[in-house]
């Protein structure tokens, strides 16, 4: 199992929205700030996406997906020239009464009216909108390290291709209302996610810094890769700088340089993240999750958990339960 893949199954979507929004300009939407990551889908028409204290606007076109895996509150707006103060609440139209994006965006079964409609009866947008509720993001090993904006350039005006068979599966899904349609667009949210964070990982120079960069250097990835497999292990420095075929100090340093910490550190780090991911599971004891994650004792491990999440092993089993079912 590559790293990638290891750390991305600890990400788990336990809800997810869908709506879809058609604005003519002069238009403009603000999104509040919050803990669910949003994202946006520029099908037809362009837009300019303000995110509040990041960087630059972003200019959009059809074929764009742009993800804010932070929850970061962010403008929505056709006209640069509209203030940010103009655009707290969906322009109002005539017909149809509009709503704010946060209500078309709430987790619960629509039918086809689930269409947030905006703006003066000018040039005409697109723009498919979501949310993502994840499971304990904030002991996530993966959304950590995300920026706070993810942009997809589509390409000659269309979205990369497996976007719009995903997209058309959870509108399918969102207007059913059958049994089970919730946990189903769960589950494609989680295709949706994964394929963004690939898409992000695509996109990242090869000398890029980040535990992501870190990722596509050969002998740091690799290293990544021998902690991933074998978490259980007696890892020292110079054991994992051997199978680099590494320098203990050039390994250290330069592990260090790209992963932001040291290296015990990221061993210790990913155990307690793969211990929470299994006991989130509940199919282990906790004697079976201590062991796979490299502890003799359930008592050491209790320890080194607590130290780390901030909650004994067993206790945070148990804390996780009301907020899942609470999301779902």
């Known amino acids: 199992m590559d790293v990638l893949t290891d750390v991305l199954e600890t990400v788990r979507v336990v809800a997810a929205c869908y709506g879809r929004m058609e604005a003519t300009a002069p238009w403009g939407i603000r999104v509040r700030p ?15 996406l303000i995110v509040d204290g990041v960087g630059e606007p972003i200019e959009l076109s059809a074929g764009d997906i ?24 969906p322009a109002p139209v005539p017909e149809p009464t509009t709503q704010p994006l946060e209500e078309l965006l709430v987790c619960r079964p629509r039918g086809d009216n689930s269409v947030l409609r905006v703006g003066g009866g000018g040039q005409s947008s697109t723009i498919v909108s979501g949310r993502f509720r994840f499971e304990d993001r904030k002991n996530n090993p993966l959304l950590s390290v995300l920026p706070p904006v993810i942009t997809l350039r589509g390409e000659m005006g269309k979205s990369v291709r497996w976007l719009e068979p995903t997209l058309k599966f959870i509108a399918c899904e969102a207007q059913s209302g059958r049994p089970g349609s919730q946990t189903v667009i769960a589950r494609l949210a989680d295709v949706l996610f994964i394929q963004i ?70 061993v210790t780090r990913w155990r307690m993240q793969k211990a929470a991911s299994m006991l989130r599971d509940g199919k282990q004891t906790l004697a079976e999750v201590a062991a796979q994650v490299g502890y003799d004792s359930e008592a050491a491990f209790s ?24 999301a779902a």
Request: proline share 7%; no cysteine; net charge neutral.
């Open 303 to 326: 320890k080194a958990f607590k130290r780390a999440v901030g909650s004994a092993p067993g206790a945070y089993r148990r804390s996780l339960r009301p907020s899942l079912e609470a």
């Open 34 to 48: 919050g803990e669910d990551a949003k994202f946006h889908v520029v099908l037809e028409g362009r837009a300019r």
């Open 66 to 89: 742009v993800a804010l895996p932070h929850g970061h509150a962010h403008s929505l707006l056709d006209d640069p020239s509209v203030p940010d103060a103009a655009v707290i609440e």
């Open 197 to 266: 964070v690939r898409g992000h990982l695509a996109s990242l120079p090869v000398d890029g810094s980040g535990w992501l960069g870190a990722l596509a250097d050969a002998q740091i990835g690799a290293a990544l890769g021998h902690i991933h497999q074998s978490p259980e292990q007696d890892w020292t420095v110079q054991s994992l700088a051997a199978k680099v075929a590494m320098s203990r100090s050039a390994f250290a340093s330069r592990f260090m340089r790209l992963v932001g910490e040291p290296p015990l550190s990221y």
